[in-house]
């Protein structure tokens, strides 16, 4: 069984997390994202992290802004001052972790992506000041941040994102060593692997668990997706559309 268990606010078999917030309908990774995944009764909102120039950690996606907003800016040489000017949609500004935090404590869980190197020890140090440990899953694809966040504070829940590599040819020998994701897990001292879901697998499962590892795919949109992954025995999905998998889990559970 695995050594963590998600929180969850229904019976449900899975836990739901809201990838990048409620990103199926509102901006992704901005705090109205956030609090429409809140109502929309998820048990988690999933969201990416970078440092500012002036060392803030700030919620986006890309190391750059131009996906999001009309200027594009690199984030790691941007002061938050400046970051907080751009619109990132509806009017919404880039947050920072804090402002989520603030947001979201005692409300809904976190799944904190880090996106670049280095960036562990503040992310712990942050979960720590604002006593948010049980709250929080720390992931990345960069899996020496989860080995280092796990070493700071071995109550967190640590994920081990996959598959890694950026290109077609890692992809693919990704997908013909699935089993891969678990040894990344254990060799991180994760607590989950989070693995694409169509690389997802009964297997990986039933073995994740025997392990002690949770599974959480990412980011199906489909009903008959999330029963596939549902019957192989995963512990959370993470997707665009929490309120259509709370409905979805509703009506059948």
């Known amino acids: 069984m695995p050594n963590k268990k998600l929180n969850k606010k229904e019976n449900f078999p899975i ?12 901006p992704e990774n901005t705090l109205l994202s956030f609090r429409k995944a ?15 120039a002036d060392h803030e950690i700030v919620v986006i996606h890309n190391g750059t802004t131009g996906n999001v907003a009309d200027k594009d800016l690199v984030v790691s040489e941007t002061n938050l001052e400046v970051l907080k000017t751009l619109d990132i949609g509806q009017g919404e500004k880039i ?32 979960v720590e000041k604002n006593e948010m ?14 080995a280092d966040a796990k070493k700071l504070n071995p109550e967190i829940n640590c994920a081990t994102l996959e598959p890694i590599g950026g290109n077609y040819v890692a992809y693919f020998m990704a997908y013909l060593n699935k089993m891969q994701f678990i040894k990344h897990a254990l060799k991180a001292n994760a607590d989950s692997t989070n693995p694409i879901s169509i690389m997802t697998t009964k297997k990986i499962c039933s073995k994740a668990h ?44």
């Open 95 to 126: 947050p920072t972790l804090q402002e989520v935090f603030d947001l979201c404590k005692g409300k809904i869980g976190i799944n904190i992506e880090i996106k670049a190197e280095n960036l562990a020890e503040s992310v712990v140090k942050l």
């Open 133 to 146: 440990v049980k709250d929080i899953m720390i992931s990345s694809f960069i899996h020496s941040e989860v």
């Open 15 to 26: 836990a739901i997390v809201a990838h990048r917030g409620f990103n199926k309908k509102y």
């Open 38 to 52: 809140i109502e929309a009764k998820a048990d988690y909102i999933e969201l990416d992290v970078h440092f500012s």
């Open 210 to 253: 025997e392990l002690g590892i949770l599974v959480n795919p990412w980011t199906p949109d489909k009903p008959k997706d999330w029963q596939k992954l549902i019957d192989m025995g995963v512990d959370s999905i993470i997707t665009n559309d929490p309120e259509g998998l709370y409905n979805f889990l509703a009506s059948k559970y």
